[in-house]
């Protein structure tokens, strides 16, 4: 099954949220009932968003009914609100270090990756042939190399590939396609509606959308398993996270988010409204927080912090 997106998430915690508020009306309660039941990727984001508060409010696992999950829902209704404080850090803590990807936190898939990296890290691989990998935070990628190529399959995240030449291919994949190259130096990274890569140095193959397309240095392009975008010019800011900046230019603020999640452990959440302001300027991956304090003074919006782990970001007045 397809785990839940983002949006799925973000509901099951407002859920969470108010069922420990002490205030949830019947209408509430049967909203909650229809939600759950609508679609089998909402049952798995509750049960993910349980699972961190443990004892608290016990573990809804898979097959269970709809009366155990009312169950559930009356007991935290019972709770008093002086802990709603506390679950909302234990969700967080779940997102920060539990075994679900949230936020592309590390699933446990991904934890016996041969190349991996933990939130807020970065870090450089050499490989047997002398190229490099430069995976940044809350990465992973796995390595098959043959007699006939040299193969790195991208699990998650973002990295840096610097090329030696050699007789074999060198083929960097994913489930949005392939990027071929001899030798050189290209940026490939992913989420969940495609993949961009950006040629640094030499020039690359995108192989895509049952398309073969050549990318020479300066060059970017989006891809996924079914479409291929136009090929845009593009500079080595896109390989800035390396330093630990990001340089962003007319991008939606949910894009500058996004960034700053594999660098923060925690719950980091924005509103559609706040998500979709166009956002200039270069940003500290490493200092999230000065970021979030600089994009409060420019833009028209209010960032709270819930307990040190949950973030949110909405806009001003809202």
Do not use: C
């Amino acid at each position: 099954m397809k785990r839940p997106g983002q949006d799925v998430l973000d509901r099951a915690v407002d859920w969470m949220v108010l069922m420990e508020s002490g205030r949830v009306s019947r209408d509430e309660a049967t909203r909650f009932q229809e939600w759950l039941a609508g679609d089998a990727r909402h049952e798995h984001a509750w049960q993910t968003v349980t699972a961190a508060v443990g004892d608290a409010l016990g573990s809804v696992r898979g097959g269970q009914d709809g009366a155990r999950h009312a169950a559930v829902a009356s007991a935290a209704l019972r709770r008093p609100p002086a802990r709603r404080k506390w679950m909302l850090g234990a969700v967080a803590l779940l997102a920060a270090g539990g075994t679900y990807g949230v936020h592309r936190q590390m699933p446990v898939n991904l934890l016996a990756a041969d190349l991996r990296t933990g939130t807020g890290e970065r870090r450089r691989f050499e490989l047997e042939d002398g190229s490099t990998i430069d995976l940044n935070a809350r990465s992973a990628a796995n390595l098959a190399f043959s007699a006939s190529e040299r193969r790195l399959r991208l699990l998650a995240g973002a990295m840096v590939a610097d090329v030696r030449n050699d007789e074999r291919p060198f083929v960097a994949a994913n489930d949005d396609g392939e990027v071929h190259t001899q030798q050189g130096v290209f940026a490939l990274s992913q989420d969940e509606s495609g993949s961009t890569v950006t040629v640094l140095r030499q020039q690359v193959v995108v192989w895509a959308g049952g398309l073969q397309l050549p990318l020479a240095a300066g060059h970017a392009l989006r891809f996924s398993a079914n479409d291929v975008g136009p090929v845009r010019d593009a500079s080595e800011d896109a390989a800035a996270w390396r330093q630990g900046m990001l340089f962003v230019r007319d991008e939606p603020l949910e894009n500058v988010i996004e960034s700053l999640r594999a660098y923060r452990r925690g719950w980091l959440r924005i509103s559609p409204e706040a998500g979709r302001l166009r956002v200039m300027g270069a940003f500290s991956l490493d200092d999230s927080d000065a970021t979030l304090d600089a994009l409060s003074q420019t833009l028209p919006i209010v960032v709270r912090r819930h307990g040190g782990w949950l973030v949110t970001i909405d806009m001003r007045g809202a």
